[in-house]
C-alpha cells in the first residue's frame, strides 16, 4: 500500500518512481512480485508500433525480468515525468535515454514513456504503457 501523499499527482509521481527503482535497482528475480503490486490485472503493455508486448499484470511484470534477464543497462537517465489526472485517470509521460548491451553489442537509444493509471479501489496502479522510442 501506497503511504498517503499531498495530491493525486504526486500519488502518481511516487508510483511510477517506485515502477521504475523496481526493474532499474533490482534484484532482477524479484521484480515480477515487485511490479505486480503496481500493476493493475488487467496491465497492457505496448511496443514502438502499438504492437501488444504483454496483457495482464503477471505477463507485464515478467517482461521487465525478461528484458534484464537478456540485457544489461549501463546508464538509464530518466525525465521528470508530466502528469495529468482527471478523476481516477492520470497519465504520466518522461523522456528517457538508455545505454544497454546485447548479445554482444552496444547500444544507446532515447524516446518517451506514456503510462496510463487507474485508481482501483482508493489506490492507483498502472494499466497501460507504451514505449516510443526517437526514430
Request: net charge neutral; proline share 4%; hydrophobic share 40%.
Amino acid at each position: 500500500m501506497m503511504p498517503a501523499a499531498s495530491s493525486d499527482h504526486e500519488q502518481v509521481r511516487l508510483l511510477l518512481q517506485r515502477i521504475n527503482d523496481a526493474w532499474l535497482r533490482g534484484p532482477v528475480e524479484q521484480i515480477p512480485q515487485k511490479l505486480g503490486d503496481y500493476f493493475h490485472d488487467q496491465m497492457v503493455i505496448r511496443g514502438p508500433d502499438f504492437q501488444e508486448l504483454g496483457r495482464g499484470k503477471a505477463a507485464c511484470a515478467k517482461s521487465y525480468r525478461d528484458f534484464l534477464n537478456q540485457a544489461k543497462v549501463h546508464r538509464c537517465q530518466l525525465a521528470e515525468p508530466q502528469i495529468d489526472v482527471a478523476g481516477d485517470t492520470a497519465v504520466a509521460a518522461y523522456a528517457w535515454e538508455m545505454t544497454y548491451e546485447l548479445n554482444g553489442q552496444t547500444y544507446t537509444e532515447s524516446g518517451h514513456d506514456l503510462f496510463a493509471f487507474t485508481r482501483d479501489r482508493g489506490r492507483w496502479l498502472a494499466v497501460w504503457r507504451t514505449l516510443l522510442p526517437s526514430r
